[in-house]
């Protein structure tokens, strides 16, 4: 059986997002990761309050909390990523040991704002979503990181050779993807 962590790069309308597309000419803003295709636990720096995009950190998103449920209209793209069980399990273990002390965690403000400008900054314990996602790829050896983590971009993960495709769309439209058994048989087959 193939185990699988799942990367979900996000387009929302908040203004954060729309300023972070202007100025990296992307269409992407955002990223998470997730340990099951059901995406009930999206891991990834980011607001902590739906209305307050200044309090930042270490975030556990979910397809029916506060973000989604105002943004539903967001626009995703889900890949999947084949790994081995230990890993799997290993990085679960990561990701909840990291929520249990999410506290200690901040959102890089300057690290977004230096990677305008391609230049990478390093602050313990402070992360931009891209960042922190690029780590894990490299500190768990899913996938080699071409660029520097700390100047990396969510469209980068585009780029990622393993990835698969499973889900392009809005957000709110992602649980009948799940629930159309059909597609999903097509889907496997396709990938």
């Avoid at 290993?90 to 305008?116: D, M, P, S």
């Avoid at 889900?167 to 629930?179: D, M, R, S, T």
Wanted: glycine share 4%; charged share 20%; aromatic share 18%.
């Amino acid at each position: 059986m193939n185990n699988y962590i799942y990367l979900i790069l996000s387009r929302s309308n908040t203004a954060p997002a729309k300023l972070i597309r202007f100025c990296t000419k992307s269409e992407i803003s955002h990223v998470s990761i997730s340990m099951d295709m059901s995406l009930h636990s999206m891991y990834s720096f980011g607001r902590k309050k739906v209305n307050n995009f200044l309090c930042g950190g270490f975030i556990c998103e979910d397809l029916d909390g506060d973000f989604y449920t105002k943004y539903f209209s967001s626009y995703v793209y889900v890949y999947r990523i084949p790994i081995s069980y230990r890993t799997w399990n290993n990085l679960n273990n990561y990701l909840e040991y990291i929520y249990q002390v999410r506290n200690k965690y901040k959102y890089n403000f300057l690290g977004v704002f230096t990677t305008y400008f391609g230049i990478g900054i390093n602050r313990k314990h402070c992360y931009f979503c891209s960042e922190f996602i690029a780590e894990i790829l490299l500190k768990f050896k899913i996938c080699k990181i071409k660029n520097d983590i700390h100047t990396y971009r969510p469209e980068y993960f585009k780029e990622l050779d393993n990835k698969q495709l499973v889900y392009e769309g809005e957000i709110c439209q992602y649980k009948n993807f799940l629930n159309d058994n059909n597609f999903l048989e097509q889907k496997e087959v396709a990938l």
